[in-house]
């Protein structure tokens, strides 16, 4: 078998304000009858954008941020 993490893992209050908060955008995007949009985090800022112009872009990624993911993960 594949061993797994014994501990208890549950959402801390910053993910669940964030949930809120981007929960919160997506429900007025939804009220003003938009759609096929993506909502996120950025420089602290909740936004969104059109579905389209996020698969149309080139993103960059942190590659440190990478390495640092992978050395955390189980």
């Known amino acids: 078998g594949v061993q797994t993490c014994a501990l208890p893992i549950s959402p801390t209050a910053f993910d669940r ?20 949009r993506a909502v996120g985090m950025q420089n602290n800022q909740v936004k969104d954008h059109a579905f389209d112009e996020i698969l149309n872009e080139k993103h960059m990624i942190d590659l440190n941020l990478l390495t640092l993911l992978k050395e955390l993960s189980i």
């Open 17 to 36: 304000v964030l949930a809120s908060r981007l929960g919160a955008r997506a429900v007025e995007l939804i009220l003003q009858g938009k759609s096929g």
